[in-house]
């Protein structure tokens, strides 16, 4: 007899999370509402207190920690770390204090590293923050998919701030670049391990030495979460594409910036900052300036 198949949950109305220590996460939403364009979101940019790849460890815990809870508190069910070193740090934290039947954290480190042993032809090189590149999480997930495969690592601490700025274009940018690819050898593939990377990713490729296969695993992020939700349709949310912009920082220089990593105009960016160990709203017109004492 054949065995009546299970009808798909009803779909809901929750937005997914998505969270990153500044602008470089909107490489992620990017790719996540390209693959996915009825997908509702919300972006948290951290932005007041990036960057995270210079924190120590118990910082970036509760950093995320604020991040994670503030997106479930909106109505996500899902939370997506576009940040790598939060990712590479924290998520097996996150997915332990918060994750259950009815929520879930993911990262961005398994894809990466999926992708890029897909295409290396043995030597990949790792580039990231100094955080992300101390924990060798990239390394550790690249061995489990094949341990004969060589990974080299290299921290670039100067490069998140560079983008930031908007200096990835220019003499400052191809400096910084050649200085960090001389650490690397002869690798054959080249993985931007943090989400502000993928603006410099043609300067890396001019100034590769050789012929270099330089990953963005943002595209591949988006692909296996779409692979994901379908395995898990139970998370699958019934959207129009509305997106709701969060940050912790100058909301006027958030929103100038968003565009270079979006592709697109935001919509009005919503002020949050930390109260009492938490990120709470912060009400219209009271972000601080000028001096204060506390």
Not at 46 to 57: E, I, K, T, V
């Amino acid at each position: 007899m054949t065995k009546p198949s299970t009808p798909n949950p009803p779909l809901s109305s929750s937005p997914v999370g998505v969270f990153d220590s500044g602008y470089g996460g909107f490489s992620v939403l990017r790719e996540l509402r390209r693959v996915l364009p009825q997908l509702d979101c919300i972006y948290l940019g951290d932005s007041a207190r990036a960057p995270y790849g210079g924190r120590d460890l118990g910082t970036v815990l509760d950093f995320a920690e604020q991040c994670v809870e503030l997106l479930f508190a909106e109505g996500c069910r899902v939370v997506v770390v576009a940040c790598h070193t939060v990712s590479s740090v924290a998520l097996r934290h996150l997915q332990k204090k918060y994750a259950d039947a009815n929520r879930r954290v993911l990262g961005v480190t398994i894809p990466a590293a999926e992708n890029a042993v897909a295409v290396t032809r043995g030597h990949i090189g790792f580039i990231g923050t100094t955080r992300t590149v101390a924990s060798h999480t990239f390394r550790t997930e690249v061995r489990k998919l094949d341990p004969s495969v060589r990974v080299s690592e290299v921290a670039a601490p100067l490069l998140a701030p560079l983008v930031e700025e908007g200096w990835e274009q220019g003499e400052i940018a191809r400096l910084a670049v050649e200085k960090y690819l001389a650490q690397f050898g002869d690798i054959d593939t080249l993985v931007l391990g943090c989400t502000h990377y993928p603006l410099l990713r043609e300067m890396f490729v001019r100034c590769a030495s050789s012929p270099l296969t330089v990953l963005d695993p943002a595209p591949f992020v988006a692909a296996r979460f779409a692979a994901w939700l379908e395995k898990h349709r139970e998370f699958r949310s019934a959207g129009s594409g509305k997106l709701r912009v969060l940050c912790s920082g100058d909301t006027a220089r958030f929103s100038k910036n968003v565009p270079r990593f979006l592709g697109s105009e935001p919509p009005e960016i919503e002020h949050v900052a930390e109260h009492h160990g938490r990120l709470a709203f912060t009400p219209d017109g009271s972000e601080p300036s000028g001096q204060f004492v506390r």
